[in-house]
T-cell receptor, first 114, second 117 residues
């Protein structure tokens, strides 16, 4: 069975500082990995994904994530946080071959402090 | 929100009554999904559809049924609502050639807040 863990319920970071939101996954085979963001009272919005190829993936709004197969991690990063980045972030995984069943983490609330 | 609407956006109902939530898309995407979002659980898949009249269960399907008679509409029915089904329900869609990986990205609707009293 596939699973994903987001070990931090909340991450606080000062505006202008780099941010990291952690995600680890478990699959039997090769993973597809995703990050989504949710602003209050909105649906989830796609940020970036890893399917294959370069381990460093760049996405929307200056976010990037690094796929690390040996550590089974896919941490979300941004060099300089903005107050407007404050939101709920979800990591998700789908194992290749699993028909359309994506497993989401429980989410990490990012608070960027002015 | 990528041409996805959900109706109603808010609903209050009583225990034991049937409830139907509607998801409508204008993207002509093949795959459609229903999730529920609850604190401490993230998003959990209820049911999904991979084509007209083709549906399958997700991880929390008990007490829910779905139907898809047209590409653009995916209905979620709570057969007899219970308080444990109080949640925020999200519809999502995805599509694209398998080899390109485009089908992997899901696009979400704005959500429906359901309160079961």
């Amino acid at each position: 069975a596939q699973s994903v863990a987001q070990p931090e319920d909340q991450v606080n970071v000062a505006e202008g500082n780099p941010l990291t939101v952690k995600c680890t996954y478990s699959v039997s085979g090769n993973p597809y990995l995703f990050w989504y963001v949710q602003y209050p009272n909105r649906g989830l919005q796609f940020l970036l994904k890893y399917i294959t190829g370069d381990n460093l993936v760049k996405g929307s709004y200056g976010f990037e994530a690094e796929f690390n197969k040996s550590q089974t991690s896919f941490h979300l990063k941004k060099p300089s946080a903005l107050v407007s980045d404050s939101a709920l972030y979800f990591c998700a995984v789908r194992e290749k071959g699993q028909r359309q069943k994506v497993t989401f983490g429980i989410g990490t609330k990012l608070q960027v402090i002015p | 929100d990528a041409g996805i609407t959900q109706s109603p956006r808010h609903k209050v109902t009583e225990t034991g009554t049937p409830v139907t939530l509607r998801c409508h898309q204008t993207e002509n995407h093949r795959y459609m999904y229903w999730y529920r979002q609850d604190p401490g659980h993230g998003l959990r898949l209820i049911h999904y559809s991979y084509g007209v009249k083709d549906t399958d269960k997700g991880e929390v399907s008990d007490g829910y049924s779905v139907s898809r008679s047209k590409t653009e509409d995916f209905l979620l029915t709570l057969e007899s609502a219970t308080s444990s089904q109080t949640s925020v329900y999200f519809c999502a869609i995805s599509d694209g050639p398998v080899a390109s990986g485009l089908q992997e990205t899901q696009y979400f609707g704005p959500g429906t807040r359901l309160l079961v009293l």
